[in-house]
């Protein structure tokens, strides 16, 4: 049998017996590079620095259980395919290592000929576990990490998004909140090449006392409670991306610093006089119109920003793309809550894409689960759409007005339904909520506890 490897694969020998280590490896090494160790203790060391391909193990050491230590070799990092050798061979032992995950069993005088079959052929199915593995990853990148059906305004998304991914420029996602941005950005920053992760930050979700340290740092001593020096997100994300949702609730001074990071590549800790350089890709998102002069953003850091800019359609005008994400939502819902959902009735579907879906697909994502999570049958339908909410019911653009009640009483009186209606959605998680309705987790909770919800 002949295998073609660029490197020979890696063998490790756990065995106490040198002579019959050394004569093992003079069989082998003609189509494998072979190491030697002679306990578990070197072999734990050899492995925190070494990834063999595959090891031969005694199951008698002078310092353990050859068997037993299967599993830890899982623990240290490696994932290598390993045969147990032993010259006192017993069914129970046998059975005993191929539980703790050794793929075969030899018994000793070794078979040379059975054992290098052996060894090309797991090693063999390895290495195509591996290409499959690689192969997926080139798909995922090439692929966009959401669902759609690739029509509409999402098709043109779609088709520039690969050819600006590569390239060093800014790019601004616009969209409704729960239509996608972060996903996109995703998309975009595995497909640049650069080396590092991206790291993400919500502008919206923290104080305007905190978000400048947040991305920038700070020194010991540079304001109350900071006991420590901190790394901030853009010194993080060096050599990575950066995104940044609601970029549009940054407060004017952080916007100035961000400026200046952009323009020339420097930034200063809180409280440090240290001048910083730092290179990294800006994904911006907003849910509103930058440009406009009453949103207060900086017409220079929005020119900055603007390199490229992608405007996400909502969901209400997404209506081929829902059937995919109902799909998609069910089965994640059947995983989470072990059932068995096969799908939804065609009258149940009519209702869903009759909706105007606010919340865009994050709204949708926690319908379906809530509905998976308490229906009884195998099949959604129409009636069990409508449980506890108004879901799938199209509302009146106008409103009934009481004069009766004060304006402020009115609005809070909103307010209060609409916060309920979103954790109903949610089921509860204040988390999602939050994003659904734009705001921050912190404003969430401080409503919850004004309007004693």
């Not at 002579?19 to 072999?43: C, P, R, T, Y």
């Not at 609005?411 to 109903?424: G, M, S, V």
């Amino acid at each position: 049998m002949t295998v073609h490897y660029h490197n020979n694969p890696h063998i490790l020998i756990i065995d106490d017996e040198l002579n019959f280590s050394e004569s093992l490896k003079m069989a082998l090494d003609d189509a494998f590079e072979i190491s030697i160790v002679n306990s578990l203790a070197s072999a734990r060391d050899y492995l925190n620095l070494q990834s063999p391909d595959a090891i031969l193990m005694d199951v008698r050491l002078p310092d353990g259980d050859g068997i037993t230590f299967i599993r830890e070799i899982k623990t240290i990092g490696s994932d290598p395919v390993v045969f147990v050798m032993t010259a006192y061979a017993t069914v129970n032992n046998a059975i005993d290592a191929l539980k703790h995950g050794a793929v075969d069993y030899f018994t000793k005088p070794i078979d040379i000929e059975k054992l290098k079959r052996e060894l090309y052929v797991y090693l063999e199915n390895r290495i195509l576990q591996r290409r499959i593995m690689d192969l997926d990853q080139a798909i995922k990148k090439i692929s966009p990490p959401f669902v759609t059906s690739g029509a509409g305004e999402m098709k043109a998304i779609i088709d520039k998004v690969p050819l600006i991914a590569p390239l060093d420029i800014p790019v601004l996602l616009v969209g409704e909140t729960g239509s996608g941005k972060e996903k996109l950005a995703q998309w975009i920053h595995s497909l640049s090449g650069v080396e590092g992760n991206m790291l993400a930050i919500n502008c919206s979700a923290l104080s305007k006392d905190i978000i400048e340290s947040e991305l920038f740092g700070h020194t010991r001593g540079a304001f109350s409670g900071a006991v420590t020096h901190k790394e901030g997100l853009i010194e993080r994300a060096d050599g990575g991306t950066l995104f940044l949702d609601e970029i549009g609730e940054l407060p004017e001074g952080v916007q100035a610093k961000l400026l200046r990071v952009l323009e020339n590549g420097s930034y200063y800790r809180v409280g440090d006089a240290v001048e910083r350089m730092v290179t990294f890709r800006l994904i911006s998102a907003t849910h509103t119109d930058l440009a406009d002069p009453a949103n207060r953003f900086r017409k220079d850091l929005f020119f900055r920003i603007n390199g490229v800019s992608f405007e996400l359609p909502p969901l209400k005008q997404r209506k081929e793309d829902i059937p995919l994400l109902v799909s998609l939502f069910i089965d994640q819902a059947n995983l989470a809550y072990k059932k068995a959902i096969k799908g939804v009735t065609s009258s149940a579907m009519k209702l869903i894409l009759a909706y105007h879906w606010p919340g865009n697909i994050r709204e949708l994502k926690w319908a379906i689960r809530r509905v998976v999570a308490t229906t009884s049958g195998d099949v959604i339908s129409e009636d069990e759409l409508s449980f506890g909410s108004d879901f799938g019911r199209e509302r009146d653009d106008g409103f009934s007005i009481d004069a009766g009640i004060p304006f402020l009483e009115a609005k809070e009186n909103l307010e209060r339904q609409y916060i309920k209606n979103a954790l109903a959605h949610t089921q509860n998680n204040k988390t999602e909520a939050a994003k659904m309705l734009g705001i921050s987790a912190r404003t969430l909770h401080y409503k919850i506890s004004k309007y004693n919800i």
